[in-house]
């Protein structure tokens, strides 16, 4: 097909066909692969729960705590609406991708800064050893910082559910 319009068309409209044409084989490509991974995701819903079935109030108790730390701990969220994010691109102001939160908040401190975070970054990750500009720092600060987030929260975690077994007994 392209090859039908090129003749016709400036070579800059031409570059904007190709670049839209491959837009539209990107989104196609995405959906297909959403589609695909929730599908997988309802199957192990159904296999979880099948197990979950058969397990003992004790192992229920069990599953329940890792679970905690695994997805409230160990899982990044939006402050504001609770949505999981993956995603960081370097700029350590985020935005929540749940189109009706509108959120805006700092990759360092998870802090909702209300629409934009931009002041709160540039106020208070300035001197961290990683950033590599007003608003922007390296992955490896990303990393190092939730690292140490998770292991206070799990740390944190940990004790409680330690008294409250000693209490138990």
Not at 83 to 101: I, M, N, P, V
Not at 109 to 126: N, Q, S
Request: proline residues 1%; hydrophobic residues 35%.
């Amino acid at each position: 097909m392209g090859k039908d319009i090129a003749p016709h068309v400036s070579a800059a409209a031409f570059g904007s066909f190709l670049c839209a044409r491959e837009s539209v084989k990107a989104a196609a490509l995405t959906k297909t692969v959403r589609e695909e991974a929730k599908l997988e995701y309802e199957k192990q819903m159904e296999r979880e729960l099948e197990c979950l079935k058969e397990l003992s109030v004790e192992q229920l108790k069990i599953e329940q705590y890792l679970r905690a730390v695994r997805d409230i701990m160990l899982t990044l969220y939006c402050p504001r609406c609770s949505k999981a994010f993956l995603d960081f691109e370097g700029c350590f102001s985020l935005k929540c991708s749940q189109q009706t939160c509108g959120c805006s908040f700092c990759a360092v401190y998870l802090k909702d800064c209300g629409g934009d975070a931009h002041a709160h970054v540039k106020e208070f990750c300035r001197g961290l050893q990683g950033m590599t500009g007003e608003y922007h720092g390296l992955f490896e600060l990303f990393q190092r910082v939730q690292k140490t987030r998770r292991l206070k929260a799990v740390t944190a975690y940990l004790e409680r559910l330690e008294m409250e077994v000693k209490g138990g007994d």
